[in-house]
């Protein structure tokens, strides 16, 4: 996986062993039924030269899928709120790469209903590191 995609796997490992969830998180944008997931946002690039030594900011889409719409845009809403006011990442961070901020850049909200009766919810937020490299 590349380095986005470890980042991203990280922090949900971290929401997930914090949270209780009606569903484990995915790598991907389109979830499972009654399912989460996240996958780097629109402008992410896929591979870049993380060579600076400057702070990265890396926008990341967290979707789900549930066919109960309160559960859904509550347990979304955990997330961000786990995220977003966490005042030290060093527990996600590593040796070469130091996470500094979480923030949320879109809340929860509806975005449509499928046929099966699965409400679909997207939200985004923003992860700011340095990466050493």
């Given at each position: 996986?590349?380095?986005?995609?470890?980042?991203?796997d990280n922090i949900a490992q971290l929401v997930e062993d914090?949270?209780?969830?009606?569903?484990?998180?995915?790598?991907?944008?389109?979830?499972?039924?009654?399912?989460?997931?996240?996958?780097?946002?629109?402008?992410?690039?896929?591979?870049?030269?993380?060579?600076?030594?400057?702070?990265?900011?890396?926008?990341?889409?967290?979707?789900?899928?549930?066919?109960?719409?309160?559960?859904?845009?509550?347990?979304?809403?955990?997330?961000?709120?786990l995220l977003a006011r966490r005042l030290d990442y060093s527990?996600?961070?590593?040796?070469?790469?130091?996470?500094?901020?979480?923030?949320?850049?879109?809340?929860?909200?509806?975005?449509?209903?499928?046929?099966?009766?699965?409400?679909?919810?997207?939200?985004?937020?923003?992860?700011?590191?340095?990466?050493?490299?």
């Open positions: 996986m590349s380095f986005y995609g470890d980042l991203i914090e949270l209780d969830l009606y569903a484990g998180i995915v790598y991907g944008s389109d979830p499972p039924e009654n399912g989460i997931c996240m996958t780097p946002g629109p402008g992410a690039p896929s591979y870049t030269f993380l060579d600076k030594g400057m702070l990265y900011r890396l926008p990341v889409v967290l979707n789900g899928k549930n066919a109960n719409q309160e559960l859904l845009l509550n347990d979304l809403t955990a997330i961000h709120e527990d996600l961070s590593t040796e070469d790469c130091q996470l500094v901020d979480i923030a949320t850049t879109a809340v929860p909200s509806i975005i449509g209903r499928e046929q099966n009766k699965q409400w679909i919810a997207g939200s985004s937020f923003e992860v700011a590191f340095y990466w050493s490299k």
